[in-house]
């Protein structure tokens, strides 16, 4: 039986990743770490992402993306960050994933 919106609770599930790759904030989430500068989230089984935003803790040291989504169960996505000038690098991010615990 599918859930009807009314059962659908709203959900936001944040975290914090360290220049390793090592969770260091938050709950509800898994980290892999892909090597310098990638790091791999994946969120409970039972949550619909409907928005997500990743931004690294020193903005003027670092550069972020976030690709490789996924939305089927479990949702997963990739966190990549950079130098200034280009370069895979390992830097802190935090991240914020909003949607719906199904």
Known sequence: MRPTAKDRQPRVIAGQVNNSGIATAGTDFTVISGG???AQ???PANFKLI???ATVVNPSAALITADQITTTNPVTFVVRTYS???AA???PFSFVAAGVQQ
């Open 36 to 38: 310098a500068g990638i």
């Open 84 to 86: 200034i000038a280009g």
């Open 41 to 43: 989230i994946t969120l």
């Open 89 to 91: 690098s390992g830097a």
């Open 51 to 53: 928005g997500l935003s």
